[in-house]
């Protein structure tokens, strides 16, 4: 599976402690909507009843000499380095990771900027290795992803473009046109070898049923097996029985 650029991205800590275990950063951001001070927007979000609007921070404060100060990437007063990395849009403070700011998805992404690509329809970064060989869904990551429920676009987690064209955080398969995300080939050739050896009782062994494929769409009619059904045509075992019950062979 192929990856999509993810989004770079406690309340008061001591005074000199950098950074949380979001982001590495020599300032705390002072919260526009309730004015409190915490060292990023996901620390901010995880201890309020509401969120915080980076594109709305005005001010920081120094960890070191404490100093509230228009924000910006050096402290006025000591000097402070607040990030290797600072976007003066999202308010983004933190180590070198090589970030950049996307107009068109509007947030900065970890890069390298030379290696991704911003998909139009899809409104999205995704790496240059994709570029013309994706299957593109509008605003496709705009929308929460269907395992975790986490806000894809947003998201600090490396999203994986599937070959359907949605995108997810983890699974081997889509749950929403259920395609397999990957490459299933090695792990049918083992399900082929544990169906082989794994006899049906007697009053199964002659029973068929009618399965649709996931993967190729197609139907067809198969052996049944308690481990797996395979299809016909494309060879996945990524199938669902279409309907009806199994009918034996000897009734046919």
Not at 113 to 126: A, P, Y
Request: proline content about 3%; hydrophobic content about 25%; glycine content about 6%.
């Amino acid at each position: 599976m192929a990856a999509t650029a993810r989004e770079d991205g406690n309340c008061g800590p001591e005074r000199g402690q950098r950074g949380c275990e979001h982001y590495d950063r020599g300032c705390l951001l002072k919260a526009p909507c309730c004015d409190k001070l915490y060292t990023c927007r996901l620390c901010h979000d995880n201890n309020e009843d509401h969120q915080l609007d980076r594109f709305k921070v005005k001010e920081v404060q120094c960890v070191n000499c404490e100093k509230i100060q228009h924000a910006q990437q050096t402290c006025e007063d000591c000097s402070t380095l607040f990030g290797e990395y600072y976007c003066n849009i999202c308010h983004l403070f933190d180590k070198d990771k090589k970030q950049y700011h996307c107009e068109n998805c509007g947030i900065c992404r970890i890069g390298p900027k030379e290696d991704f690509f911003h998909c139009s329809k899809c409104n999205l970064c995704l790496a240059m290795t994709l570029q013309g060989k994706h299957k593109c869904i509008e605003n496709v990551s705009r929308q929460n992803c269907p395992i975790c429920l986490e806000d894809i676009h947003t998201s600090r987690v490396v999203a994986h473009v599937l070959p359907c064209g949605h995108l997810l955080h983890r699974g081997y398969r889509c749950p929403l046109c259920m395609h397999s995300a990957l490459d299933m080939t090695r792990y049918w050739r083992q399900l082929d070898d544990e169906v082989a050896q794994t006899p049906m009782p007697s009053e199964y062994q002659n029973m068929t049923v009618d399965i649709l494929c996931n993967d190729c769409n197609g139907r067809s009619t198969v052996q049944f097996h308690i481990l797996g059904m395979k299809c016909n045509i494309c060879e996945s075992y990524n199938t669902a029985q279409a309907g009806g019950r199994g009918v034996s062979l000897d009734s046919q």
